[in-house]
Structure formats: C-alpha cells, structure tokens
C-alpha cells in the first residue's frame, strides 16, 4: 500500500511537471488594438486595413487619383457614424480604391508593383521579372462629393464659382430746373425728387 501511494504521488508530480512546462511554452495571443492591420477581401479585391476600419460590404474598383474639393473626414465606416481617421486636404491628390454603399468612396494607398526576386542571377538578365500583385491598403471611407478626378479638378472648381454679374448703372437721373438758378433731379431708384 505504502508503494502504491509513493507511485501515485510521482505520477501527479510528473504530470504536474508535464501541464506546468507545457503552459510555459505557450505565448498568448497578439492583443488586436484599433491600429493591428489586417486583411480582407471584398468582391475579389485584397484590402489591408486597420481593425479599427470596416471592410466594405460591396467594392466596386475604380484605382483612379482624385483630388480633394475640401476638407472631408476620413471615416471608419462609410457613414457619418463612423470615427474619424484623419482629414483630406483640400487640392490633395488621393487613391479611391472603389465605390462603396451609400455611394462612398474607399480612399487608401496603392502599392506598387514589386518585382519577384530571382535566386539565379543568370537566370534574372535572360527572363522578365515577374510582378507580384500586392494588396491595396485601405485607410477610410469619404463621401463621394468629398472628391473629383484629378483631371476634372480645374473645371469643377471652375464650374462651382459664382458668376460675375455685370455691374448695372445707377439709373439716370432726372433732372428738372425750377426758377433757372435751382434744379430738382428725381432719384431712379426711389423715385424721390430732391431740390438743390
């Protein structure tokens, strides 16, 4: 009996050896914050975002340069409800990477294209590098009056001025001498007349 208790107390010290050592090589988890980037994909397209930005439900690529009519916030969603990431400035050239719901527009930064690395050096001056497609990253959502094409930039802005009205003249005067050394002159614009 007394062998069989010192057995059974060995083995619970060496499980409790085996759980302690197998506890300590575990790490925890990365802690997600608003700024951890992550990836998505939407309707085909690849998005890196912040976490604290929602991926679209809907993606309709554009990848064109606009340019800002005023200072739009960027939104963590594409709505007023959102945060805000930060502020375009006005005649700032900025990627749209699509249209989005509620007729938004997704705004981020498109990388260029890298070129596969080759481990031969021979065989990189005979063949054509390869691009690698990387994904594009998303940084906010605006709404979509926030920005025009960076070619219409100039005539939209022209377009959005006031006209200039042409400067009408202050009605003629009429005037009228009364007993030859005075003379009453009629205001066009009241219509009163005033004796000098």
């Known amino acids: 009996m007394e062998l069989n208790m010192k057995k059974m107390v060995n083995l619970r010290i060496a499980l409790s050896l085996l759980f302690v050592f197998a506890v300590a090589g575990c790490k925890a988890p990365p802690k997600i914050t608003d700024d951890t980037m992550v990836t998505s ?37 594409p709505d007023f409800g959102g945060k805000v990431v930060t502020t375009l400035q006005t005649g700032g050239s900025y990627t749209v990477l699509g249209m989005v719901e509620n007729n938004w527009l997704a705004v981020g930064e498109q990388p260029q294209q890298a070129a596969a690395p080759d481990a031969d050096a021979k065989k990189a001056a005979d063949s054509v590098p390869q691009t690698t497609a990387q994904p594009a990253q998303l940084t906010g ?56």
């Open 141 to 196: 959502y605006v709404p979509f009056r926030a920005l025009v094409k960076s070619d219409l930039y100039d005539q939209t802005l022209k377009a959005d001025q006031p006209k200039r009205r042409a400067r009408t003249s202050a009605k003629k005067k009429t005037c009228v001498s009364v007993d030859g050394d005075s003379k009453a002159c009629q205001n066009g614009n009241s219509g009163t007349w005033i004796i000098n």
């Open 41 to 77: 994909t939407v309707d085909g397209v690849t998005l890196i975002h912040r976490h604290a930005v929602t991926p679209p439900a809907q993606l309709s690529p554009i990848n064109e340069e606009y340019r800002a009519l005023y200072p739009a916030s960027v939104m963590t969603r």
